[in-house]
């Protein structure tokens, strides 16, 4: 039994699990996502390197990855506390920040976030995609990243004594790569450590969840306290969701308020709209599953936030969970996955 047994670890330091409420677990407060900009169609140069207004947000909701000013939420700090504030007053208690190495985590800014706001807040371990490791982090053995790992939760990450919370969201690429693959054992070392919540962002293919489990599983790591994000771009099919969720990992929807026509990074994709998404939710709860969902928005983009006509981080309170009442799932199931499941999720074995 370590001092972190039975506790939830914020940024703030460990609390109950019963204080941490409605939770959405898989959000970002700063960050930067230049890692991933794509270049616009050549007739939308002049439109991608305008400044975000009113006339160019449709065009931002269907290109957010082609501005590079779109992908600098570490610039809307203060948007952002205003966002937070809104999702207190909407029944908000928690958010899992989701920025990892890579991707400009900034736990001295979570910390000030939480104090300014009062919303739970749970930073994350580890490492984001590929593309973003460093060439130091690529040589590293699954030891030293096990060792990192262990220390950005037990003592502190990035040079601060601000400890995470959660190992995640590790970055996964399709196919994966060597580095990758190594950081996923680092992970599950780490998780058999210290009997802490994971969460991954797996390759945009529906067998890569499948392929991560079974990494992670032959590294030891417990699929039972691990989140698979971002499923709403990934595997379409009920019959590959089924069999997925038979491996017995959390099933995280969490693009909810992102539609857009053509899916960028893979345009085989058709991207979900929210009524498909909380259909697809319906249908996991009938099939038995109304304990392993999690949902969210991922805000990562400056798009997102309210400030520039998007969702933000209380869409879901606000609209969705109506539609989910009406859509079949009872209140009982609805706080299942927005209180219950994320708390068994974030409390340390
Ligand atoms: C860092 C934010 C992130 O990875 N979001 C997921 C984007 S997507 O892969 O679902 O397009």
Redesign the pocket.
Known sequence: MSALSGKVQTVLGLIEPDQLGRTMTHE?LS?T?EC?YSPPAPGDKTVSQDHIQMKNLFWLKQNP?SSHENLLLVQETDAVREELHEYRKAGGGTIVE??TQG?ARDLPCLKQLAKDTGVHIIGGAGY??DATHTEATRKMTVEKLTDIIVSEVLHGADGTEIRCGVIG?I?CSWPITESEKKVLQATAHAQTELGCPVII?PG?NPRAPTEIVRILEEAGGDISKTVM??L???IFDNGELLEFANLGSYLEY??FG?EMLN?V?NLEVDMPSDSQRVKTLAFLVQEGYEDNIVIAH?V?TKNRLTKYGGHGYSHILKNIVPKMLSRGINQTQVDKILIDNPKRWLTFK
Do not use: A, K, Q, W
Request: proline share 0%; aromatic share 20%.
């Open positions: 970002h960050m996502f991933c990855y989701n920025t991707i984001y995609v969201e970055g962002h945009r994000s971002h709403d771009r990934t969490d693009l992102t899916y990074y991922d990562h």
